[in-house]
């Protein structure tokens, strides 16, 4: 029986995975898998060496004070691996722990396939020798990377974007506005503060100020919080003295048709990541606001190539989406941008049809983003 290791760090690459877990055994049934993941690969099957959620933080200073115990998930990562001798192995994003793993297997000899380019074509290009020295082939989202890698002499391919998948633009705003009790013509702000705990410490109370000088403008605005179960219970805690209504959202399908009212009427205020995306998909207008620990941001501006946080005004090559970074993301900025979009159906308008253009480069040359990816971890098994 041919085993496939597929190793995730956090929420967005356990969804990954379950997909091409899922494509993979469309494929071939006779595979089998393990690793480390979360809920989703867990419904396809796949038990988790460890909780996923020990790897899922970010920040240098975040990082820090978990190294000791990062390590040794590393080391028991690495050991099982060994022992288990698997056809690939394919690490899915996170690379401050997949990059790692995959320089510590390299003595094994074990193909190792690495779904999500790292971005050093945004900041610390100077990883990619690590890399070459690390994996066999890197299954790329956005359509200029392969070109990057290949020159430096790595395997590449562009799979798509897996948020062409997801299902965002498929809910259903009537079920939504019907199961919370909301008027057809009431606004709803998709609030997605992240998917991890720091993330959420460091966000959730300037939304809510945010919210709070909104209210007098909307006062029968609704607040829905799409989340993970890895920060549902601090979120619901964050969010508890919100005003107005807030509706705390936990599954997918809830998710999609929340999206679906804000797109019919109203906005998202999120963090920056594939969130952005997932806003773009499903046409609704948002704001993109992001915060991390100052010492990590001085760090970080040093390192950045890129003008742009939003993988959507990446991708566009201009700003359709606004950005509030760092010292921008205030309570009172964001209060006036969710206005404008809110209550002034021009600037929605004008993101919409950003959208549109941007979202015709995601897309793979065939079918869907995981039978793409999978294509290339089969052919990565049978050269």
Known sequence: ????????????????????????????????????????????????????????????????????????????TVADIATRRPAVVVTIDSPGFTLRLAQRIRPLGIPV?????????????????????????????????????EAAGIPASFVGHPVLESGVDAGDATRFRAAHGLAPDAPVLVVMPGSRRMEVKRLLPVFGEALRLLAPRLPDLAVALPVSPVVAEAVQAGVRDWPGR??????????????????????????????????????????????????TAAIV???????????????????????????RA??????????????????????????AEMLQKLRPAEGLPSAAAAAVVLRVLAP
């Open 330 to 355: 205030t309570p009172q900025a964001l209060a006036e941008g969710l206005a404008g979009l809110l209550l002034d159906p021009a600037p929605a308008a004008a993101q919409r049809a950003g959208f």
């Open 246 to 295: 807030t509706i705390l959202v936990t599954d997918l399908a809830g998710k999609h048709d929340a999206f679906a009212a804000a797109r019919e009427h109203g906005a998202g205020l999120i963090k920056s990541g594939t969130s952005s995306l997932e806003m773009a998909v499903a046409g609704v207008p948002h704001l993109v606001a992001y915060k991390v620990n100052p010492i």
């Open 1 to 76: 029986m041919t085993l496939i290791y597929l190793v995730a760090g956090e929420a967005s690459g356990d969804v990954l995975g379950a997909r091409l877990l899922a494509a993979l055994r469309a494929r071939d049934a006779s595979l089998a898998f393990a690793g480390i993941g979360g809920e989703r690969l867990a419904e396809q099957g796949m038990p988790s060496l460890f909780p996923m959620r020990e790897l899922a933080l970010m920040g240098l200073i975040e990082v820090l004070p978990n190294i000791r115990r990062l390590a040794r998930r590393l080391d028991e």
């Open 301 to 327: 501006r040093r390192l950045v190539r890129v003008p742009f946080a939003s993988l959507v005004n990446l991708l566009a090559e201009r700003e359709v989406v606004p950005e509030y970074l760092q010292e």
């Open 113 to 149: 396939v690495h779904y999500v380019a790292p971005q050093i074509w945004a900041w610390r290009p100077g990883r990619i020798k690590k890399i070459k020295a690390s994996v066999d082939h890197i299954l790329c989202l956005l359509p200029f990377e392969p070109v990057i890698f």
